[in-house]
Structures are given as C-alpha cells and as structure tokens.
T-cell receptor, first 115, second 111 residues
Framework: NAGVTQTPKFQVLKTGQSMTLQCAQD?????MSWYRQDPGMGLRLIHY???????DQGEVPNGYNVSRSTTEDFPLRLLSAAPSQTSVYFC??????????????FGEGSRLTVL | DAKTTQPPSMDCAEGRAANLPCNHS???????VYWYRQIHSQGPQYIIH???NNETNEMASLIITEDRKSSTLILPHATLRDTAVYYC????????????FGPGTSLSVIP
C-alpha cells in the first residue's frame, strides 16, 4: 500500500492562477479530507467527503472546490489563487469499517506559495 | 470548534516521561479520544486512541480519567525525536463527521 499520496509536493503560483492539488489513496477508505496549515498554526479543515459523489464544507472552504468521482481520488481546486492561500495542504483518509479503528492517515503535504 | 483544550507548549528532559494533558469536558459517551503527532512539517501521525480504558502500544500510553473529561498521553522515555506538536481530538470511531483539530501542544525534548 502506498497510503495517501499527494501531488505536487511543491508549487508556486501567481495571484489569479488556478491549479489542482491531487490526493489519492489505495486503502479503499470512504472518508477523505483536506486540511491547510499555516506557519505556527494547527490544521484547519477545508472540505471533506464521506464517499464518491458526496462532499461537504469544513471550517475554511472559501476559495476552494472539491469533487469526489471515485473512492480513490479527492482533488482540491483553487480557481483563482490568492496570497492568503499560501500554506501547506494535507490530505487525509480513514474508514469506519473493521479492521480500521477510525484513525486518519495523512499524506506528506503539498507546499503552495502564491505570489 | 475543537472539542479539546491542550497547553500550547511543554518541555521535557530527554529520557524522562513526557505527560501531555488534554481536556475534553464535553465528550459524549460514544466518542473516543485520539492522539496524533506532527514532527516538523510532516503529515500528522496517529499515535493511540481509547474510549474509557487505559491503552498502551509501542509508542505511548493513554490514561483516561474515570469521568472521561480529561486524558493524558504518556511518552515513557522521551527522546529528541519525540519533539513535535501533539494533537488530541475526540470523535466517534464509526462516524464520518468532520474531524476538527485544535492547535495542539508543542513538545520540546531537551538534551
């Protein structure tokens, strides 16, 4: 198992550009989520999904779009990047079905800088 | 909002036990306590979780008070590699409600 894979690991954008952060998991987890982490801060939930075709907003959803067309993938889209979106983004997944015990599995992060 | 409160920072001498407290006074009967840690800027890593009994694994021990309103994560012999931010969250194990993290505790292990 590769676990949770995020791409790209690093990205620099100009204000107004769009891009998609990719997240894929190979553990057949129903639940997937995106967090952002600003310097010296904790994790803030952006969007989450409890299965293919189902998404919902987290704490800080503005400026981000998501979709879930397959169980494996949960891309995060920035339609018009702003400097305030400079952050490290983490994708996480979990399953409530045994033998899982509900813990979140995180990717290694995607570091985004918006100039 | 996060359902837990933790001290923002703690120090621990290398080789000593690190005891990290977490308050979760509004915890529901079916909510588990989960602990994660984040080393530098890596993705957070699951450590341990429990419902009401004390739990131990190869990484740490979790002590939950009888009224379940607080818990303590114990790293029995802290090493420099345990320097990290530790997050305590509560959630229903079989639920898919959104998982909210608080700011956590920044643990510094001092040589």
């Amino acid at each position: 198992n590769a676990g949770v894979t995020q791409t790209p690991k690093f990205q620099v954008l100009k204000t107004g550009q769009s891009m998609t952060l990719q997240c894929a998991q190979d553990m057949n987890h129903e639940y997937m989520s995106w967090y952002r982490q600003d310097p010296g801060m904790g994790l803030r939930l952006i969007h989450y999904s409890v299965g293919a075709g189902i998404t919902d907003q987290g704490e800080v959803p503005n400026g981000y779009n998501v979709s879930r067309s397959t169980t494996e993938d949960f891309p995060l889209r920035l339609l018009s990047a702003a400097p305030s979106q400079t952050s490290v983004y983490f994708c996480a997944s979990t399953s409530r079905d045994e033998p899982n015990t509900g813990e979140l599995f995180f990717g290694e992060g995607s570091r985004l800088t918006v100039l | 909002d996060a359902k837990t409160t933790q001290p923002p920072s703690m120090d621990c001498a290398e080789g000593r036990a690190a005891n990290l407290p977490c308050n979760h006074s509004t915890i529901s009967g079916n909510e588990y306590v989960y602990w994660y840690r984040q080393i530098h800027s890596q993705g957070p890593q699951y450590i341990i979780h429990g419902l009401k009994n004390n739990e131990t694994n190869e990484m740490a021990s979790l002590i939950i008070t009888e009224d379940r309103k607080s818990s303590t994560l114990i790293l029995p012999h802290a090493t420099l590699r345990d320097t990290a931010v530790y997050y305590c969250i509560v959630r229903v194990q079989t639920s898919y409600d959104k998982v909210i993290f608080g700011p956590g505790t920044s643990l510094s292990v001092i040589p």
